[in-house]
């Protein structure tokens, strides 16, 4: 079975501010990695997914992600964000060779002037 | 143009009543999900159809049964609706259903049973 943890639940933070949103794993197989966004009022899209090869994948918004295999971690990083990037971000996990994706908690971004 | 679209975004309704929610993607993909979506948006999946075979059924309560007509369509048909029902319902797809799959989500529908 897997698990994900987002360990924060709010970050508010200021525009052209730096964020950091923190995710862990538990799993007894090796997974794929996603992050998620769903702003207000809309379905979850992909914002990136970490499959193999270097650990470090980025968005084409200016979202990065590593993954971090012996901490299970694979936190989401921006260096400097806008108000539209005010929304519920989800870390998910996908078992090697199964269907299922299993998603944290989420964490609420809002991002103010 | 949409991809993945559901109806009715938002449905109101009494307890015990029965109720459908409709869902169709037209990016050709094999795999189709339910998922529910809580208060505290802790997602969750429900169901997935792997070219109308049902490969994904966690523990949903009976009341809950889908259905797939063809590869395009997911419908998710719910009885003896409860208040604990209320949530927000996502459909999504994907292109084969692989663990490798970035999943497709339609806008969602509100569920509210008073």
């Known amino acids: 079975a897997q698990s994900v943890t987002q360990l924060d639940s709010q970050v508010p933070v200021f525009e052209e501010a730096p964020v950091e949103l923190r995710c862990n794993y538990s799993?007894?197989?090796?997974?794929?990695l996603f992050w998620y966004v769903q702003y207000p009022n809309q379905g979850l899209q992909l914002l990136l997914k970490y499959l193999s090869g270097s650990t470090l994948v980025e968005s084409i918004n200016g979202f990065e992600a590593e993954f971090n295999k012996s901490q299970t971690s694979f936190h989401l990083r921006k260096p400097s964000v806008h108000i539209s990037d005010t929304a519920e971000y989800f870390c998910a996990v996908s078992p090697w060779g199964d269907y299922k994706l299993s998603f944290g908690a989420g964490t609420t971004v809002t991002v103010r002037a | 143009d949409t991809a993945v679209s559901q109806t009715p975004k938002y449905l109101v309704t009494q307890m015990g009543n029965d109720k459908s929610i409709k869902c169709e993607q037209n990016?050709?993909?094999?795999?189709m999900y339910w998922y529910k979506q809580d208060s505290k948006k802790f997602l969750k999946i429900m169901f997935s159809y792997n070219n109308k075979e049902l490969i994904i059924n966690e523990t949903v309560p009976n009341r809950f049964s889908p259905k797939s007509p063809d590869k395009a369509h997911l419908n998710l048909h719910i009885n003896s609706l409860e208040l604990g029902d209320s949530a927000v319902y996502f459909c999504a797809s994907s292109q084969s259903g692989q663990s490798t799959d970035t999943q497709y989500f339609g806008p969602g529908t509100r569920l509210t049973v008073l």
């Open positions: 799993s007894s197989v090796s997974v794929y």
């Open positions: 990016l050709g993909h094999d795999t």
